[in-house]
């Protein structure tokens, strides 16, 4: 079975430069999770999916970040503009549904020049 | 606010010898505890959880006990291995009213050969 798959797995961009990231949950896992995780701390949430629906949107930054996941699958991050504090990795991860194991993709490590 | 896993160490072990991994919380609500395991340039990797109604769960060479008198929980790993060199995360769900998976900052646990 395929993990959670996530693109690009790299990504240097200059400030002010919009980004965008995408994720592939595990086929059936109805959760879907974007975590914002800065060198030597752990992730932290910045949405949670139950299908298409977003019931956790608080650590958003919604002036620069949104998401979507708009047929309940798959979920694209963006940023727009990108700031030098925006430099890290974003995770993605998924779960059947709420209150379980997460299954994690490997991240998408961004660097904001 | 919560906080979960406020210290960030790094434990060095000779191979061969038990780890002890720390972790405190501080939501009364979290009902489930999970130990997720990161490698470098990887997405963390669940190990082993356990339920607010348990104190002791085990799995192949690992260990968490659960204190919920002074909200703490414990990841023991034996006879440690090389390949168990990583930094381990501590996260709690409360599945209440109020549902959110928190990650503590993590242990980074370096495993000498």
């Known amino acids: 079975e395929a993990g959670v798959v996530q693109s690009p797995r790299y990504k240097i961009i200059e400030k002010k430069q919009p980004v965008a990231f995408w994720c592939n949950p595990i086929?059936?896992?109805?959760?879907l999770y974007w975590y914002l995780q800065n060198l030597g701390q752990g992730p932290e949430l910045l949405i949670r999916?139950?299908?298409?629906?977003?019931?956790?949107d608080s650590q958003l930054p919604k002036d620069r970040f949104s998401a979507e996941r708009l047929k309940g699958v798959d979920s694209t991050l963006k940023i727009q503009p990108a700031e030098l504090g925006d430099s890290a990795v974003y995770l993605c991860?998924?779960?059947?549904?709420?209150?379980?194991?997460?299954?994690f993709g490997e991240g998408s490590r961004l660097t904001v020049l | 606010g919560e906080n979960v896993g406020l210290h960030l160490p790094t434990l060095s072990v000779q191979e061969g010898d038990n780890s002890i991994i720390n972790c405190a919380y501080s939501?009364?609500?979290?009902?489930?505890f999970i130990w997720y395991k990161q490698e470098s340039g990887k997405g963390p990797q669940f190990i082993i959880d356990?339920?607010?109604?348990?104190d002791k769960r085990q799995g192949q060479r690992v260990t968490v006990l659960l204190n919920k008198t002074v909200k703490h929980l414990s990841l023991q790993i034996a006879a440690t291995q090389p390949g168990d060199s990583a930094v381990y995360f501590c996260?709690?769900?409360?599945?209440?009213?109020?549902?959110?998976?928190?990650f503590g900052t993590g242990t980074k646990l370096q495993v000498i050969p």
């Open positions: 996260a709690e769900n409360a599945s209440g009213g109020y549902q959110k998976v928190t």
């Open positions: 086929s059936g896992h109805n959760t």
């Open positions: 999916y139950e299908n298409e629906e977003a019931v956790d």
């Open positions: 356990i339920r607010s109604n348990m």
């Open positions: 991860a998924s779960s059947p549904d709420f209150g379980g194991e997460l299954f």
């Open positions: 939501n009364s609500a979290s009902d489930y």
